[in-house]
T-cell receptor, first 113, second 114 residues
Framework: GQSLEQPSEVTAVEGAIVQINCTYQ??????LSWYQQHDGGAPTFLSY????GLEETGRFSSFLSRSDSYGYLLLQELQMKDSASYFC??????????????FGSGTQLTVLP | DAGVTQSPTHLIKTRGQQVTLRCSPK?????VSWYQQALGQGPQFIFQ???????QRGNFPDRFSGHQFPNYSSELNVNALLLGDSALYLC?????????????FGEGSWLTVV
């Protein structure tokens, strides 16, 4: 099966930088995705890493090390609106040619003024 | 270009009843996946529909069933509702299997079982 581990809660202040780590165990690994979800809302796609290295999109960056089965999401210049749950999700080959997305349990980020 | 749309947004059902949730995929998408998200948890994969057939299934009982129509829209049916079925039900769409960065989620349907 698949398993993902990420911290349950992270707190930081406005303007700071925060890193949310994710370790995973899966076979048939294709890539690691990150989603943001505000209370009561839809998961919103943030980033996807299929290859090792850092992907940067504005204030958000995501890193993947396939050999370590590890990734992280880096949020810079934190804003109050960044307070939300952040999920890492592995995209993997589940059976035959079928691919699937499996989520971690999420990290609740609280940004303080 | 409409994204993934789901209905209803909220509903309350009594234990033992049946419920049907609906999803219209993003324009151009032909694959629909359903997820259950309990409060404080990550989304859990229920099943995926492509070409009107169930292609993959997660660890959910047979009380959970679905359907995909020729226009790619989909329904999730849950029979004999239990209190533990109370959750946010999310629909995600993609073109084929998609890639990790081309899967789009709807706003979800909040189901409360009392």
């Amino acid at each position: 099966g698949q398993s993902l581990e990420q911290p349950s809660e992270v707190t930081a202040v406005e303007g700071a930088i925060v890193q949310i780590n994710c370790t995973y165990q899966t076979s048939g690994f294709y890539g690691l995705s990150w989603y943001q979800q505000h209370d009561g809302g839809a998961p919103t796609f943030l980033s996807y890493n299929a290859l090792d290295g850092l992907e940067e999109t504005g204030r958000f960056s995501s890193f993947l090390s396939r050999s370590d089965s590890y990734g992280y999401l880096l949020l810079q210049e934190l804003q109050m609106k960044d307070s939300a749950s952040y999920f890492c999700a592995v995209f993997f080959l589940s059976s035959g040619s079928a691919r699937q997305l499996t989520f971690g349990s999420g990290t609740q980020l609280t940004v303080l003024p | 270009d409409a994204g993934v749309t789901q209905s209803p947004t909220h509903l309350i059902k009594t234990r033992g009843q049946q419920v049907t949730l609906r999803c219209s995929p993003k324009s151009g998408h032909d694959t629909v996946s359903w997820y259950q998200q309990a409060l404080g948890q990550g989304p859990q994969f229920i099943f995926q529909y492509y070409e009107e057939e169930e292609r993959q299934r997660g660890n959910f009982p047979d009380r959970f069933s679905g359907h995909q129509f020729p226009n790619y829209s989909s329904e999730l049916n849950v029979n004999a509702l239990l209190l533990g079925d109370s959750a946010l039900y999310l629909c995600a769409s993609s073109l084929g299997q998609g890639q990790g960065n081309t899967i789009y989620f709807g706003e979800g349907s909040w189901l409360t079982v009392v």
